[in-house]
């Protein structure tokens, strides 16, 4: 059995729902390499839910020192990803968010993102969040962090990919 891994991405989010936008991008490619890269937020993206920031523990004030514009992280992304179609579990949040971080940027997205359904059969769908929950508790790391979550991600794929071969 191949080791290869699809890449994947992954977001974190000020909140769910209308105004919420991206406050972290990571993502992991075919070699296992990650990327991750904390968002300041544009001065019209208001909306803050602290029951988020309770999960993922990132701070508007960590957003501010550390934060990169989402122009800087649109050029990235698009020089490092350009052409390249990536996968996320949760595809209708992360291509929502995707979406308004380059309509901040004022540019247009050079990748793709598609949801992990479409490389993996029922049967890999199936197991996937019980793989997902156990590999959690196996790497002990902390969760809703968009690199610890890609890397989470390709380990789970391939433990499915493995367990249930097409």
């Known amino acids: 059995m191949s080791d290869s891994v699809p890449p994947i ?51 508007r004030d960590l957003l501010q020192e550390e934060g990169l514009t989402p122009r800087e992280i649109a050029l990235k992304m698009n020089e490092n990803l350009r052409g390249k179609t990536l996968y996320s579990d949760a595809w209708s949040y992360d291509t929502s ?28 769908m199936e197991a996937w969040y019980d793989t997902k929950k156990d590999l959690w508790d196996e790497f002990g790391v902390q969760r809703h962090r968009a690199a610890n979550d890609v890397r989470v991600l390709q380990e789970t794929f391939q433990r499915v990919v493995t367990a249930y071969p097409t």
């Open 9 to 59: 991405i992954d977001l974190e989010a000020s909140g769910f729902g209308r105004g919420s936008y991206p406050i972290e991008v990571g993502y992991a490619l075919e070699d296992r390499q990650t990327v991750s890269y904390l968002v300041k937020p544009a001065s019209d993206w208001q909306h803050w839910s602290e029951e988020a920031e309770q999960i993922h523990g990132i701070s």
């Open 97 to 124: 968010w995707m979406g308004r971080l380059f309509d901040e940027a004022g540019l247009i997205q050079r990748f793709r993102i598609e949801t992990i359904n479409r490389i993996l059969t029922p049967e890999q």
